[in-house]
């Protein structure tokens, strides 16, 4: 039998990164206070999980201004689309192989 | 079989956050209640307004027509039933931002974020582009389509507004486009149709919303 567990991303394994794939999933751009608010994190903390999936090319960083004020936007990149859509497959296999 | 839940609810996590990251969820169903309940009244006031005016002109009058509004003291009743729709729409506006507010309070969500803006937009311009296009046809004596064009530019907003928060307003878009142009074939009973789409659909739904969500 396949080992389900083989197709669960290392990368999402933690609370904060899950909720920022899944927010820039249904969303083309999202900026870093929305995103803090969504998941309610610590600025640090998310900053951390952002640059982590950042260099796993699965999100990228757009830097923009409203006015003066820096206005940074994430977005999906199409890897990561793919391997958030596989997670959550075999997050799903999982499941059902264990009814 | 605690690894099984431990799955379970961090499916459960990202369809909440898919959910309120994209999703205008404050929307309350008590501003829909409340706001259908001014469009009762106001809806009363206008019948009330035009059944005095129909008493008063006799035979000659002519409900989907419109004429009345040129002859005699018509103008009289044109200004009235114009007041009484300007202060449903800020009632109903009024009441149903509170109620909203008041649950945006309570579930701890910003009222003025991402969600709200997208949502605010998208209601917006169907919303005013009707308006307009309403005036337009009222201003070159055509007034018999002013209810069915209400119901059906307010129809295309809600519809519009679906994609933005709860995806049940869906069906309250359908039912106010379907009643809006069924109305065109009967303008002459046109307040009992703006009452049942704006009042009666308006109530249900917040009805049904309220009983669903905020319970």
């Not at chain 1, 994430?74 to 859509?85: H, I, Q, R």
């Not at chain 2, 609810?9 to 008590?30: A, C, N, W």
């Not at chain 2, 019948?47 to 409900?63: C, Q, S, V």
């Not at chain 2, 337009?136 to 119901?151: H, Q, R």
């Amino acid at each position: 039998m396949k080992n389900p567990i083989e197709n669960l991303n290392k990368n999402f394994d933690s609370r904060v990164r899950l909720g920022l794939m899944s927010a820039l999933m249904v969303n083309t751009e999202v900026s870093f206070n929305d995103l803090k608010e969504l998941i309610q994190v610590t600025d640090g903390n998310l900053a951390s999980h952002i640059k982590a999936l950042e260099e796993s090319g699965y999100i990228k960083v757009q830097k923009g201004f409203i006015g003066r004020k820096t206005n940074t936007t994430y977005s999906a990149t199409g890897a990561g689309e793919k391997a958030f859509k596989t997670h959550l497959e075999a997050l799903e296999e999982m499941i059902k192989s264990a009814k | 079989m605690t690894d099984q839940n431990h799955h379970l609810d961090t499916l459960q996590d990202i369809k909440q956050i898919m959910e309120r990251s994209s999703r205008f969820i404050s929307l309350s169903g008590l501003s829909g209640i409340a706001a259908g309940s001014c469009a009762l009244v106001g809806a009363w006031f206008a019948n009330d307004r035009i059944m005095a005016y129909k008493l008063e002109t006799g035979p000659n009058f002519h409900a989907d027509r419109g004429e009345y509004i040129f002859k005699d003291n018509g103008n009289l009743l044109f200004n009235q039933l114009f007041l009484i729709a300007a202060i449903t729409f800020f009632a109903a506006f009024f009441l149903a931002f509170t109620f909203t507010y008041l649950r945006s309070r309570k579930t701890n969500t910003p009222i003025w974020g991402t969600t709200a803006r997208r949502l605010m937009i998208n209601v917006i311009v169907p919303m005013v582009t009707g308006g307009i296009f309403l005036l337009a046809l009222i201003k070159n004596g055509v007034y018999e389509f002013t209810a069915p064009g209400c119901l059906v530019f307010y129809g295309l907003a809600v519809l519009n507004a679906s994609k933005y928060t709860f995806s049940e307003t869906v069906y309250l878009s359908y039912s106010l486009l379907l009643l809006g142009i069924i109305n065109l074939w009967f303008t002459e009973y046109s307040i009992y149709f703006w009452a049942l789409g704006f009042g009666l659909f308006h109530i249900v739904y917040g009805t049904a919303m309220w009983w669903k969500h905020e319970r």
